[in-house]
């Protein structure tokens, strides 16, 4: 992992100014597009986050808000009313993109400069507290941490087109900023469309995968508003079929992997035009470690998308081409 982490910060200390904060970027190898930095209407300015994700010519992720679209957030010991986010605040203002390298190869997966791309930002405060909707109104000045969201498309060659590899980090500007508790932080998060990808999953090794049953059903559309619902595990993944565990080759899934077991969570949300359903991966298990110094800190994360058959075998892919020392944990 302090390999990882030594070529991440150096990545980020190349990163190029943004000069061209207006301009979006797409990466697309023929199954996984995604776009970063569009403008998220109805609001004033561009994210820098991943604002769409298709799969296989079909939206995922859309361009909802700016809460919203597939991203890292963090938080302190307040919670909700702490919320350090890649997209913006909860008034749809976005957070501060600092810096970009459009093509880049410093995941070192063996793919080619041409499937990547890092992202520097200034993260601003969500500044929604709790769940109910209510905004205080956001702050205009960038929380005190820096955060970096590179993106690796796989190729076909060195990692499947069904892949994709997201590392995120992470850093205090300063020793009094508060501490960041790492079972808090969403690495990734992302709000998928619900009428797409509505049944949820989750496995316990990565491998097999199980329903993710709320009051015995795993069709999130059936789920109370807004309530974070629990696994522990490797992997959650949000399918277009309810019958993938009898079926496992059938139906189309994007799932979240994590190297070391975290907690993973989905829920049922109500977007700005969508109905949305998120799935996050969490940055820990354990609700005691935070970050407290002013290091780089870097989670690296699968992507997988395909029926669960498929989302299987591009995980153990990934375990066996991805060194141990290579998945970054907090």
Partial sequence: MKRLIQRLSLSIALLLPAVAAAQFYEKDNGVIRVRLNEK?????????????????????????????????????????????????????RPSLLTGVIPDWNGAQ??????????????????????????CSGGKPNPAPYDMAFGVTLGDGIAMPREAMIVDMSIRKDHPG???????????PVAYVDADFLRYAYYSVDG???????????????????????????????????????EQPSQGTCMAFYSHEPTLLTASRRQGAP??????????????????????????????AVGHLASVAAVIAYAERHVPASAWGQW
């Fill in 177 to 187: 900023a508060d501490h960041l508790f790492k079972a808090l932080s969403e690495l």
């Fill in 109 to 134: 997966l063996g793919t080619p400069a041409s499937r990547g791309i890092l992202l520097g930002i200034d993260p601003l405060l969500y500044d929604e507290p709790g769940l109910s909707g209510t």
């Fill in 207 to 245: 491998l097999h995968f199980q329903r993710l049953n709320v009051d015995s059903s795993h069709d999130l559309k059936q789920w109370p508003w807004n309530i974070n619902h629990y696994r522990s595990g490797h992997a959650i993944a949000l399918c277009d079929r309810p019958d993938l565990v």
């Fill in 40 to 92: 998220v209407p109805p609001f004033i300015g561009h994210s820098p986050m991943i604002t769409g994700l298709w799969i296989a010519g079909r939206q995922a992720v859309p361009n909802d808000n700016v809460g919203a679209g597939f991203q890292m957030t963090t938080r302190s010991h307040q919670g909700n009313e702490y919320n350090p986010t890649q997209g913006g605040d909860c008034t749809g």
């Fill in 274 to 303: 969508y109905e949305l359903g998120l799935m996050t991966t969490l940055g820990d298990d354990d609700f005691g470690t935070q970050i407290v110094d002013t290091q780089w800190h870097t989670a690296r994360r699968l992507v």
